[in-house]
């Protein structure tokens, strides 16, 4: 491990200690420095605190808003629920991955540029299929105008 980065688990662990952090704040500390939660940082919070590695681990499993990985910069989440699966959301999916040369266990592009995530559900019935673009929502998408819409941010 990297001195800077232990450094910052350090940090991170005083305040936890100062503030009495539950859990989910030292993940959501962890994550928003370094982007995701890496296995050496569960183990090295697991040690320093005494508390079972798998305590953590069923906490990043159980809330979607941790991630085990890297990644990209631009993160395409598509709307997986029932209205917009049966508007296209698969399809949608499947043109991205194409697009992205994602593929299918792969969620993050090589270059890290692009993650392609799923959810159940954003809330946006009325405008299905939607995608969130780094939270920007895109809604009537279809499969064709999703690739145009990516482009921009290839650039």
């Known amino acids: 491990m990297e001195k800077a980065q232990e450094e910052v688990l350090e940090k991170i662990f005083q305040g936890?200690?100062?503030?009495?952090?539950?859990?989910?704040?030292?993940?959501?500390?962890?994550?928003?420095?370094?982007?995701?939660?890496?296995?050496?940082?569960?183990?090295?919070?697991?040690?320093?605190?005494?508390?079972?590695?798998?305590?953590?681990?069923g906490v990043i499993t159980f809330y979607s808003q941790f991630h085990l990985a890297p990644r990209g910069k631009n993160i395409v989440t598509v709307c997986a629920g029932t209205v917009c699966h049966v508007k296209g959301a698969p399809r949608i999916i499947s043109k991205i991955k194409e697009d992205l040369k994602l593929k299918e266990d792969q969620d993050t592009t090589r270059d890290k540029q692009f993650t392609l995530e799923c959810v159940?559900?954003?809330?946006?019935?009325?405008?299905?299929?939607?995608?969130?673009?780094?939270?920007?929502?895109?809604?009537?998408?279809?499969?064709?105008?999703?690739?145009?819409s990516l482009k921009e941010y290839k650039e």
């Not at 405008?127 to 920007?136: D, M, Q, S």
């Open 16 to 57: 936890s200690l100062k503030n009495s952090d539950n859990i989910i704040t030292i993940l959501q500390r962890i994550q928003n420095e370094f982007g995701y939660v890496s296995e050496e940082n569960v183990h090295w919070f697991a040690k320093r605190t005494a508390t079972p590695a798998s305590k953590y681990y």
């Open 120 to 148: 159940n559900c954003v809330g946006a019935c009325s405008i299905a299929p939607v995608v969130l673009v780094n939270e920007k929502v895109l809604g009537k998408v279809t499969p064709t105008s999703m690739v145009k």
